[in-house]
């Protein structure tokens, strides 16, 4: 069964160093999604994505955040410049479509467990 | 802006027995979708089930089914049958249906742990 992967499962990092967290997208999806998940608290909305743009974004995207696909498989989320706070579950999510007969259900990636020091 | 309630912090079930989770959301949309999301202690999220605003009848899928009552905007959980590999954190999602630009954005809840006694 086609699924969603990420890379990589755990990165540690430095205050201030940038990130780049990986995922392929389920390969006929084309709606993508970034969330992330702050220990303990409920999953949050970052970012979508279609047809190589940005489609909506959360308050918490901001310019220190960039999302790319650089290629036919892949979708990247950046972190410029980490922040203490930015330590979360990264989830990765794709849909076939935005609405309309299960094509909108979104499909979740194991996660990438961002811990910055 | 449409938010998700999920007032049961966490719940426990014995084995073999049955367990309703609650959800309430608030939204002023008619078009719009649920889903339940299980999340394990490995953190995956994993679609449960999901159900159209539009549709009547309630989803169900093997032992899981949703009671979806759109008046009271109320979409509860239920796990018949409980096994021990139920035990994770649930959350409930709102996905609205803008007839094509709604951009794909889940709203959560904050979750339920649900416990499984054998």
């Known amino acids: 069964e086609p699924e969603v992967t990420q890379t990589p499962s755990h990165q540690v990092t430095q205050m201030g160093q940038e990130v780049i967290l990986r995922c392929v997208p389920i390969?006929?999806?084309?709606?993508f999604y970034w969330y992330r998940q702050i220990l303990g608290q409920k999953v949050e909305f970052l970012v979508s994505?279609?047809?190589?743009?940005?489609?909506?974004k959360s308050e918490i995207f901001d310019d220190q955040f960039s999302v790319e696909r650089p290629d036919g498989s892949n979708f990247t989320l950046k972190i410029r410049s980490t922040k203490l706070e930015d330590s979360a579950m990264y989830f990765c999510?794709?849909?076939?479509?935005?609405?309309?007969?299960?094509?909108?259900?979104?499909?979740f990636g194991p996660g990438t467990r961002l811990l910055v020091l | 802006a449409q938010t998700v309630t999920q007032s049961q912090p966490e719940m426990s079930v014995q084995e073999a027995e049955t367990v309703t989770l609650s959800c309430t959301y608030d939204t002023s949309e008619s078009d719009y979708y649920l889903f339940w999301y299980k999340q394990p202690p490995s953190r995956q999220m994993i679609l449960v089930i999901r159900q159209e605003a539009y549709k009547q009848q309630n989803a169900t899928e093997n032992r899981f089914s949703v009671n979806f009552q759109k008046a009271a905007k109320s979409f509860s959980l239920k796990i018949s049958d409980s096994q021990l590999g139920d035990a994770a954190m649930y959350f409930c999602a709102y996905l609205w249906d803008a007839g094509g630009t709604s951009y794909g954005k889940l709203t959560f809840g904050q979750g339920t742990i649900l416990t499984v006694h054998p």
């Open positions: 994505f279609y047809n190589n743009e940005i489609s909506e």
């Open positions: 999510a794709s849909s076939e479509a935005e609405t309309g007969g299960g094509q909108e259900t979104q499909y």
């Open positions: 390969s006929n999806h084309l709606y």
